[in-house]
Each structure stands twice: as C-alpha cells, then as structure tokens.
Nanobody
Framework: QVQLVESGGGLVQAGGSLRLSCAAS????????MGWFRQAPGKEREFVAA????????YYAEPVKGRFTISRDSAKNTVYLQMNSLKPEDTAVYYC?????????????????????WGQGTQVTVSS
C-alpha cells in the first residue's frame, strides 16, 4: 500500500510559479512511475505530466509543455511539479498518482486507469 500526500498548492497571479510536492510512503517508491493530473470545476480529470521509476523518462501534456517540469527525489520519496508561467486555465485541483511495477509507455502514463494509488489533491488557483 502506498499513501500519497500532495502539498504546495495555493493562490498565485498569472505569470507566477508554484512547486507542488507529493510525498509517498513505502519502501518501494523508487519502483513506481509517478504522474500528475488535474481537475478543474465541471471538467474531467486530465493528465499533466508523468515520470518513470528511474526518472529517465518524462512526458507532458501539450498545454503545459515548456512551462511545467516533473522531477523526483527517491531519497526523499517525493515527486515534484514545478509550474512556471501559470495561466488562469491552470486553475484546478492537482493530484499525484503512482503506478506500481508497470512497463512504461507515454500512452499508458497519461491514462488515469494505469495508476494504482492517488493522493487527495491540492488546489491551485491562478488569478488573472
């Protein structure tokens, strides 16, 4: 069992930055692929970014490419999402997710059903 706890959300003006963190419990964090998703009010949950268990492969949704960076620190059992040049349309609840011991592909990593564990989410609000 893995527990995921997100933090770092908040209110920021357009053009600003935030860094989200997702702390994972469990000894096998380094074997999990990790992803970030978001859900805006009235919309379905959508993929944001993913990182392989080794950190060697990453994948981003088009709307955030070039602005967001996903990274992981296995020593701290934490995955990060650095968000720069934020836009009002980035406003959403952001969730991190973990996939246990699965073969990586960009298609799989962008699919919510591929993930086994989810955090509770952290609110990000970008004002115009």
């Amino acid at each position: 069992q893995v527990q995921l706890v997100e933090s770092g959300g908040g209110l920021v003006q357009a053009g600003g930055s935030l860094r989200l963190s997702c702390a994972a419990s469990g000894r096998t964090f380094s074997s999990y692929a990790m992803g970030w998703f978001r859900q805006a009010p009235g919309k379905e949950r959508e993929f944001v970014a993913a990182i392989s268990w080794s950190g060697g492969r990453v994948y981003y949704a088009e709307p955030v490419k070039g602005r967001f960076t996903i990274s992981r620190d296995s020593a701290k059992n934490t995955v990060y999402l650095q968000m720069n040049s934020l836009k009002p349309e980035d406003t959403a609840v952001y969730y991190c997710a973990a996939a246990a011991g699965k073969a990586w592909s960009t298609r799989s990593s962008s699919t919510s059903s591929w993930y086994d564990y989810w955090g509770q989410g952290t609110q990000v609000t970008v004002s115009s």
